[in-house]
């Protein structure tokens, strides 16, 4: 079959994949021993050069306050659980997560490929490194945000992680969770299933076999959120940015959080979908054993 470039399964090894009919444009394939879900089709350097060149990192950076707030109620999570150590955000993008941590105290650092937001961060005096891969260490916390569903070898990206983390260290990893509830509304118009932008499609069983075959304990794993905005671009790719001060997500955000019934309601609804494993986003804390 042309479409199946990978022999074998990215985090198992097993060679028993089946293909995703419904995903085929974006090669996906399936694990039948351990179920992790991944394009079969490795893209060249070029073609990635080639997609990366404008990512993401076009008009004015926004901040949202509410993200703020989530990024300060998880920096100071992480305080609980350890000591303030040095803290690094893996492709930290505009650096508002690094931002955020440093003027919370915290010797803060990231490492980002857009030069571009290197620039923005480093105009802002954030202790940002223009690179491919993360800075070194060592960390006691690192993050990822939506970045390991983007690069083809997940195992890899851990292991160089763990190679920055101090012993007892943390990492937190957010990605699109497959299983996530927009994926069955939306079907193939699920704009998150994308080649050669996304590569791996974690669940919370293979993200939790990934990180535990990597010598990680869990701190906790959830799933959690529905994404108005990513429905909307789903539905209708407008180029509008998922979080910007006008998107539907950020009025519907900001209506929950000043409006009790309704805030109530949505953290009914996330602990539902949470239970059910059906979030859109998946939100991993580990500690390096
Ligand atoms: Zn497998």
Request: charged share 25%; aromatic share 12%; with cysteine.
């Amino acid at each position: 079959m042309d479409f199946m470039n990978h022999k074998a399964c990215l985090v198992c090894g097993s060679d028993d994949l089946s293909a995703l009919n419904r995903y085929r444009k974006d090669h996906l394939v399936k694990c039948r021993s351990c179920s992790f879900v991944f394009s079969s089709k490795k893209p060249s350097d070029e073609d990635l050069k080639a997609f990366y060149s404008n990512y993401g990192f076009e008009g004015d950076p926004y901040f949202s306050p509410i993200t703020a707030k989530r990024y300060s109620e998880l920096l100071s999570e992480f305080e609980r659980l350890g000591s303030k150590g040095p803290i690094h955000d893996a492709g930290c993008g505009f650096g508002f997560f690094v931002e955020t941590a440093q003027n919370m105290g915290w010797k803060a650092s990231g490492s980002e490929l857009s030069s571009r937001a290197v620039a923005s961060c480093k105009k802002r005096g954030l202790n940002v490194e223009e690179r491919a891969d993360i800075s070194s260490g060592p960390f006691q916390v690192v993050t990822s945000f939506e970045l390991i569903e983007h690069l083809y070898d997940p195992k890899k990206y851990v292991e160089s992680i763990k190679k920055q983390l101090l012993p007892g260290g943390l990492l937190y990893i957010t990605t699109p969770n497959f299983n996530g509830l927009s994926r069955y509304l939306l079907k193939e118009k699920y704009n998150v299933i994308n080649y050669p932008e996304h590569l791996c499609y974690f669940t919370p069983k293979t993200i939790h076999q990934v990180l535990s075959e990597m010598g990680f304990e869990k701190v906790w794993l959830k799933t959690d959120g529905i994404s108005v905005g990513r429905i909307k671009t789903s539905l209708k790719p407008s180029g509008e940015a998922l979080i910007s001060e006008v998107s539907a997500d950020e009025k519907l955000r900001s209506r929950l959080e000043n409006n009790v019934i309704l805030y109530t309601l949505k953290h009914f609804v996330n602990k539902a979908l949470s239970v059910l494993g059906l979030g859109v986003s998946l939100k991993a804390l580990y500690r390096k054993k």
